[in-house]
C-alpha cells in the first residue's frame, strides 16, 4: 500500500487505491482503542495564529473532544466518531486548516524552535524554515513515517538530531542531519552536510527523500534504510551531492511534481460525495451515535470510561455536547 502511494500521487481514496488501505488510511483518521478517532490539522512547523487556536478549541468544545498538544508541536483532538469527522473537517478546512495526515506512512510533523526571531541565542529562523520545509513535503508519501526537526542553533532545543530529517543553523549556513528516529530502536542523525544555504539545504533533502521512497522497504525508516544500503552514508552522499547514479535530474523532477499537484485529503473528500459515503457508523442509521461509547471526566477532559468504571454506576459523559447521563 505505502508502496504504491508514494508512486502514484493520487488521493488515498481514489478508485482502486482505496481498497489498499488500511483502518487508518481508509478512513483518514487514528482509530482510538474505544473505536472512535483523532484528528490532527497541520500546524506547520508549530507555528499557530490566535484565531487558529479559537477555531481549534471551539470544535473540540462542540464536538466534546479531549484535546491533547503533541510532541510534534501538534494540538490532537481524541473522541470524534465515524460520522462527526466530515462535519469536524468542514469546520477545520474551512478555517484555513489541513490534514496533518496522522494516520498515513508520509511527513508528519517539523518541529522547530523559535530561532533568531525571539531567541537570543538563535543564528537562522528557524521557524521559517521549519514552515517552509512543512509545506514543501506535505503529503508526500513514502515507506513509513518522516519526522523533521529545526533548530535555530547548536543548543538544539528542536531536538533535530533524533529526526528522519534533521537542520541545524550555524552562523555558515545549515547542517543537515538524516537517519534518526525515535522508536523500538531510538537512533541519533547523522551529519549529512555542512553549511548548507537555503537552496542548496532543499535540494540535498529533495533528492534524499525520493531517493529514500523509490529504494527502502516497505515500512523501513531511514535509519535502517541508510544502514542497509550498500556504501551506507558515503554512496548516499555521492548520490545527492555528486549524481553518482545519474538520476539527481529525474528525483529532483519527481519532488517537483509532488510539490505541483499537492491537494489536501480531507479537502477533496469533503467535495466528493462518493468518498464521504464512507464516513458512517451504521449504514442503516448513517447520523446514529455508537451506543457503546462511555466517558468519565478526567482533568475536566472526557476519557474512555473503564470496563469497572461502566459497571459501577460513574456519571458517564457522552455525545458531541457532553450531556451528563447517570
Same mark, same amino acid.
Given at each position: 500500500?505505502?508502496?504504491?502511494?508514494? $508512486?502514484?500521487?493520487?488521493?488515498?481514496?481514489?478508485?482502486?487505491?482505496? %481498497?489498499?488501505?488500511? %483502518?487508518?488510511?481508509?478512513? !483518514?483518521? &487514528?482509530?482510538?482503542?474505544? @473505536? %472512535?478517532?483523532?484528528?490532527?490539522?497541520?500546524?506547520? @512547523?508549530?507555528?499557530? =495564529?490566535?484565531?487558529?487556536?479559537v477555531v481549534i478549541g471551539e470544535v473540540a468544545r462542540d464536538f466534546g473532544l479531549y484535546t491533547k498538544i503533541t510532541g510534534g508541536q501538534r494540538i490532537d483532538m481524541f473522541g470524534a466518531r465515524l460520522e462527526q469527522l466530515p462535519d469536524i473537517w468542514r469546520r477545520l478546512v474551512d478555517a484555513g486548516f489541513e490534514s496533518g495526515q496522522a494516520y498515513g506512512k508520509s511527513l508528519r510533523t517539523v518541529k522547530s524552535c523559535v530561532g533568531q526571531t525571539w531567541c537570543r541565542y538563535g543564528v537562522q529562523d528557524s521557524v521559517g524554515m521549519a514552515v517552509q520545509l512543512e509545506l514543501r513535503y506535505?503529503?508526500?508519501?513514502?515507506?513509513?513515517?518522516?519526522k523533521f526537526g529545526v533548530s535555530g542553533c547548536a543548543r538544539e532545543c528542536a531536538e533535530a538530531r533524533g529526526k528522519d530529517i534533521g537542520?541545524?543553523? %550555524?552562523?555558515?549556513?545549515? &547542517?543537515?542531519?538524516?537517519?534518526? &528516529?525515535?522508536? *523500538?530502536?531510538?537512533?541519533h542523525a547523522v551529519l549529512f552536510a555542512e553549511g548548507l544555504d537555503d537552496d542548496g539545504l532543499l535540494r540535498a533533502i529533495d533528492r534524499f527523500l525520493m531517493f529514500y521512497i523509490r529504494t527502502a522497504d516497505r515500512l523501513q525508516r531511514t535509519a535502517p534504510w541508510m544502514q542497509d544500503?550498500?556504501?551506507? $552514508?558515503e554512496a548516499l552522499k555521492g548520490v545527492v551531492f555528486d549524481d553518482t547514479l545519474?538520476?539527481?535530474?529525474?528525483?529532483?523532477?519527481? !519532488?517537483?511534481?509532488h510539490i505541483d499537484n499537492y491537494e489536501d485529503e480531507w479537502a477533496a473528500t469533503l467535495a466528493d460525495p462518493e468518498k464521504?459515503?464512507? *464516513?458512517?457508523?451504521?449504514? &442503516?442509521?448513517?447520523d446514529t451515535a455508537d451506543p457503546t461509547l462511555a466517558y468519565v471526566?478526567?482533568?475536566?477532559?472526557?476519557?474512555?470510561? =473503564?470496563?469497572?468504571?461502566? =459497571?459501577?454506576?460513574?456519571? *458517564?459523559?457522552?455525545?458531541?455536547? $457532553?450531556?451528563?447521563?447517570?
Open positions: 500500500m505505502c508502496i504504491s502511494a508514494s $508512486l502514484y500521487s493520487e488521493h488515498v481514496l481514489d478508485g482502486e487505491l482505496a %481498497t489498499m488501505q488500511d %483502518t487508518n488510511d481508509h478512513v !483518514m483518521a &487514528n482509530i482510538q482503542r474505544d @473505536g %472512535t478517532y483523532s484528528v490532527v490539522p497541520r500546524i506547520a @512547523g508549530g507555528e499557530i =495564529t490566535p484565531e487558529g487556536l506535505r503529503g508526500l508519501r513514502s515507506p513509513h513515517k518522516l537542520v541545524i543553523a %550555524t552562523e555558515a549556513g545549515w &547542517n543537515l542531519y538524516v537517519g534518526g &528516529n525515535g522508536g *523500538f530502536t531510538p537512533r544500503y550498500e556504501g551506507g $552514508l545519474g538520476i539527481a535530474e529525474d528525483l529532483d523532477r519527481a !519532488m517537483a511534481a464521504l459515503k464512507r *464516513f458512517q457508523s451504521f449504514v &442503516n442509521a448513517p471526566s478526567e482533568r475536566g477532559q472526557p476519557r474512555p470510561a =473503564t470496563a469497572e468504571e461502566r =459497571t459501577s454506576g460513574a456519571v *458517564f459523559i457522552g455525545g458531541t455536547t $457532553l450531556a451528563v447521563r447517570s
